[in-house]
């Protein structure tokens, strides 16, 4: 995630942003659905080469939509090489579609919302309003682009090992580690090199993303509290997919 000297960019993250997160992830009723369309045959994943970490230092969008390719790529490569391992075919997530307008994408013909990002099991996509999350990037930092990516990605090898829990919470908490699981083993495969403030980063990122505190863990759409998701994802990024409970 280089060097990106913008730290003194990030700060509190405004409340505007803090309240869009709380939606993060999994409007659209992609996971509650999860016998949805299996994924079809999809290219293989990139030439095995490790990425290389660019030293960013800007904000702009193309170093967001830069930042977006790269976490696509490093999840990809970890994936098929966790797949592999236990003898079985990976099929890449099959895109990851940026949209700009509520309703520009839909999720099993359900509207997709501004300020989110999903990961639609019906299709097999990924989306994200790009607005929002080049404000998340800007506020937060770029490590929040490899988390975010990670923790939609994860939702897609959940489906691909049938993990359905009973309670969003657990599957979200399930789907942080995972995302801490890929971006620490990549670190320590020397896929991804992480800057000095990076991983203050995710734990400003979760601490964002997290549900109030009175809000019931059993309720629908419950992700965790910042305390909880921040747990989840480091157990995952210290310990690898071990901590994550995938059975
Ligand atoms: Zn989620």
Redesign the pocket.
């Known amino acids: 995630m280089g060097t990106r000297s913008g730290r003194d960019a990030r700060g509190p993250v405004a409340a505007l942003l803090t309240a869009a997160l709380l939606s993060?992830?999994?409007a659209g009723g992609g996971l509650a659905e999860p016998e949805g369309e299996r994924p079809a045959p999809a290219r293989s994943p990139g030439s095995p080469e490790p990425t290389t970490t660019r030293a960013d230092g800007t904000t702009s969008v193309a170093e967001f939509k830069q930042d977006v390719a790269d976490a696509q790529t490093i999840a990809e490569r970890y994936w098929a090489a966790q797949f592999k391992e236990s003898g079985q075919r990976f099929q890449p997530i099959r895109r990851i579609t940026p949209y700009q307008r509520a309703g520009e994408v839909s999720c099993g013909g359900e509207p997709l919302p501004r300020n989110n990002a999903v990961?639609c099991s019906r299709g097999d996509f990924i989306a994200y309003d790009v607005a929002w999350s080049v404000a998340a990037f800007r506020q937060v930092g770029d490590a929040f682009v490899f988390y975010l990516l990670g923790?939609?990605y994860a939702?897609g090898i959940q489906v691909r090992l049938g993990i359905n829990y009973s309670f969003t919470i657990q599957?979200?908490l399930q789907?942080d580690c995972m995302a801490g699981a890929y971006l620490g083993d990549s670190v320590r495969a020397k896929a991804l090199t992480l800057a000095d403030g990076d991983l203050d980063e995710f734990r400003e990122g979760l601490a964002a993303v997290g549900d109030d505190p009175d809000q019931p863990w059993f309720a629908e759409g419950s992700?965790g509290t910042a305390q909880q998701r921040t747990d989840s994802f480091f157990r995952g990024y210290e310990r690898s997919l071990e901590a994550c409970d995938l059975g």
Request: glycine share 0%; charged share 20%.
């Open positions: 993060l992830a999994c990961y923790h939609e939702h599957q979200e789907a992700h």
